[in-house]
């Protein structure tokens, strides 16, 4: 567990959030994260962050369900148990195909959404601070992680110069920790606050 | 400006009233977030009573065998499988809007995308039923998995269709669930960050697994989302392709035809698009949607069923060209004596059929009908009924007189338990679907937000003015140019 400061700016529109975004990150400060409601294309590249690699993986898990549907379905019915169906050869492929194809299709798609609920940590009961409740909503929510050479007074004026409605300065959890979202459990986190 | 993606003036708004982020979050929220309505519980209380039938009628059926069903010699597959490829069929709407319209940048599809994935995984629930209870002995079902055993271990037949079947059923309900629910998770986590009451914030923290909306987080599930409508794709044709497989690989006059995997795919969209406008026309009126989920929606909806509508005829045609070009007796006879004879026994089953599902549609083809929601929803029952009817068509008129005539089954009816079955599937199809539309937000919500600005009705007003501008300036330069 490990409690930061932050300096959040919360903006109504992604159309100032984004110039913003790119502002903040030309005079250097360190931006924890964005939150949005849905998904804004570009966004993403502006913070700086790396394309995700969840497709490469997706064609990994693809290939080995293509690889053990064909490696088990020969395996079974031409080494452990030929029997000849209709007359046809042991190994028949064109007969292979669709169970081939569901599993590659199976194998792929669960794959790529454990691995996306690995990467992003979700689960059930999992829980994690973002700063405020209206990001789910019509709220983008900027969080710039206050650092040793950060002055916080010029960085609120900063963000209010790039638009944002509301700066608020907080210190937060920025791990998962394991709670219900019905009971307020950050209490006991704020204890441990190491910042003064 | 430089955000906004430009659309033009010409297409119409897909979201009606001048809404801001919030609005959007509220008005889908808002059926949630009160107590269900008598309109709501009279419905959900019949569906359940539905589904009681359908247990009693399946316990009939498990202690007394499948001969409680009046299924005989030749017609073994009767309602059972008719309704299983129904209800199959009737799944694929939900996947070709949220797959195959995403692949295509359809905007239209954020309004109904998120109930029709739902009506998919209800539809597949049902369909699923079907072959399993028909196993007769159904505490055998597993054996249909290919699982080491003690008999050898002997395999499942990775040559025969019905089990390319038992894969690609599976395979489709846990790709449209994992497809559905990772959608969910955001606009779940929308309703845990608005809850007031106590077990709210439980059930939608629990199933909103911890979603922040962190812009890495966001990237990823559009990769996501993409690589899984890019592999649902493909796999929604395969799925009723495979089950058009059960009869087109048979040696069976009237099944044994190439035509069926494309035919059945253009049927089970013609269907899957009539149940969304059953479904939709109502939840629009009784939640309240009817601006996220609008008449031009129905309008584009409605172009699809007579576009699909028309495939299924042409299939029926060259069916019939084909069984008659093809000059073989046994096929002639199934054809133009079992089907197309209405004094033959099922005669009329395919005279509905043709009725429904190739010359009613028609009517679409005039606007003002496709934009009437009491002919929509009218249209939308007798599709369903047409293509419940072609798959009625396609396995009892096909086997009910074998090669033998002394095997010829003078008339097959169903008895109440296999009504009952059925009936029971529409229960638990509804019940679902009424807890859904309680439980979860039936509209995509961060969808609707995406694409808010780009063909929101007050923001296209908005827009207006730019667009004149740019045409304007782009006519001049290419005045002075030229």
């Known amino acids: 567990m490990s409690v930061k400061k932050f300096i959040v700016g919360n903006f109504d529109d992604e159309a100032v959030l984004f110039p913003a975004v790119k502002k903040v990150r030309k005079a250097g400060y360190k931006i924890h994260d964005v939150y949005t409601p849905f998904p804004i294309h570009g966004l993403d590249k502006v913070m700086g962050l790396r394309e995700t690699s969840l497709h490469t993986a997706g064609f990994i898990y693809g290939i080995s369900g293509t690889a053990t549907a064909l490696g088990f379905i020969t395996w079974a019915l031409?080494?452990?148990?030929?029997?000849?169906?209709?007359?046809?050869?042991?190994?028949s492929l064109p007969a292979w195909i669709p169970i081939t194809f569901e599993l590659t299709v199976l194998f792929a798609s669960v794959g790529m959404v454990l691995t996306f609920c690995y990467l992003c940590q979700l689960a059930p009961f999992v829980k994690k601070d973002h700063f405020n409740p209206r990001s789910t909503d019509d709220t983008f929510v900027l969080a710039l992680e206050c650092t040793a050479k950060t002055n916080e007074t010029e960085a609120k004026a900063f963000l209010e110069s790039a638009g944002a409605k509301?700066?608020?300065?907080?210190?937060?959890?920025?791990?998962w920790w394991l709670g219900r979202y019905d009971k307020d459990d950050t209490k006991k986190i704020k204890k441990e606050e190491p910042i003064s | 400006m430089s955000l906004l993606r430009y659309e033009s003036q010409v297409r119409p708004a897909l979201v009606d009233g001048d809404k801001n982020y919030h609005d959007v979050t509220e008005d889908i929220c808002r059926p949630v977030e009160v107590k269900p309505s008598k309109l709501w519980w009279v419905g959900f209380l019949i569906s359940v009573g539905l589904l009681v039938f359908g247990i009693v009628s399946v316990t009939v059926?498990?202690?007394?065998?499948?001969?409680?069903?009046?299924?005989?010699?030749?017609?073994?597959?009767?309602?059972?499988?008719?309704?299983?490829?129904?209800?199959?069929?009737?799944?694929h709407a939900g996947t070709l809007i949220s797959a195959i319209l995403l692949l295509f940048r359809q905007g239209w599809r954020t309004g109904v995308n998120r109930a029709a994935e739902a009506m998919t995984i209800f539809a597949v629930m049902c369909a699923g039923q079907f072959p399993i209870w028909h196993m007769g002995r159904v505490w055998m079902a597993f054996f249909v998995l290919p699982y080491p055993n003690t008999r050898g271990p002997l395999w499942v037949n990775f040559n025969s269709p019905l089990l390319w079947d038992v894969f690609a059923i599976s395979t489709y309900f846990t790709v449209s669930l994992l497809f559905w629910y990772s959608g969910l998770l955001p606009d779940l986590a929308t309703l845990r960050d608005r809850a007031k009451l106590k077990w709210r914030k439980f059930f939608y923290g629990v199933t909103s697994f911890g979603w922040t909306g962190s812009t890495k987080h966001w990237q990823r599930h559009e990769a996501l989302s993409l690589v899984l409508a890019g592999i649902s794709t493909p796999l929604v044709l395969s799925v009723h392709t495979i089950v058009s497989f059960d009869f087109a690989t048979s040696v069976v006059p009237g099944w044994h035809t190439t035509i069926f995997p494309p035919y059945f795919v253009a049927g089970a969209i013609f269907s899957g698009f009539a149940m969304v406008q059953t479904l939709l026309l109502v939840t629009r009126k009784v939640l309240g949607l009817s601006q996220y989920i609008t008449i031009e929606h129905i309008e584009v909806m409605n172009k699809v069923i007579v576009l699909t509508g028309s495939i299924v005829g042409i299939a029926y045609l060259t069916e019939l060209f084909i069984s008659w070009y093809g000059a073989n007796q046994y096929e002639n006879f199934a054809f133009f004596q079992n089907r197309l004879n209405l004094a033959s026994p099922y005669g009329w089953s395919y005279w509905i059929m043709m009725g429904c599902n190739v010359l009613s549609p028609q009517i679409f083809w005039f606007r003002k009908m496709r934009r009437n929601l009491l002919v929509t929803f009218f249209m939308s029952i007798l599709v369903n009924v047409g293509m419940w009817f072609e798959r009625f068509v396609i396995i009892v008129t096909s086997i009910y007189r074998d090669y033998l005539p002394s095997s010829w089954s003078t008339y097959y009816t169903p008895t109440i338990?296999?009504?009952?079955?059925?009936?029971?599937?529409?229960?638990?199809?509804?019940?679902?679907?009424?807890?859904?539309?309680?439980?979860?937000?039936?509209?995509?919500?961060a969808e609707i937000k995406h694409i808010l600005k780009r063909s929101g009705d007050g923001f296209k007003e908005k827009m207006d003015g730019v667009e004149k501008e740019e045409v304007e300036e782009f006519a001049e330069e290419q005045l002075h140019e030229h």
């Not at chain 1, 031409?78 to 190994?91: A, E, R, S």
């Not at chain 1, 509301?166 to 791990?175: C, G, H, M, P, R």
């Not at chain 2, 499948?66 to 073994?76: A, I, M, S």
Request: hydrophobic share 50%; proline share 4%.
């Open chain 1, 78 to 91: 031409t080494t452990d148990w030929p029997i000849v169906f209709g007359g046809k050869p042991f190994f």
């Open chain 1, 166 to 175: 509301e700066i608020v300065v907080v210190n937060k959890e920025t791990e």
């Open chain 2, 61 to 91: 059926e498990v202690i007394y065998g499948t001969g409680q069903w009046n299924l005989n010699k030749t017609v073994g597959w009767g309602w059972d499988i008719t309704n299983f490829v129904w209800w199959v069929g009737i799944g």
């Open chain 2, 417 to 445: 338990w296999e009504v009952g079955f059925y009936m029971g599937t529409f229960g638990l199809f509804f019940t679902c679907y009424f807890l859904f539309s309680k439980f979860f937000p039936v509209i995509a919500i």
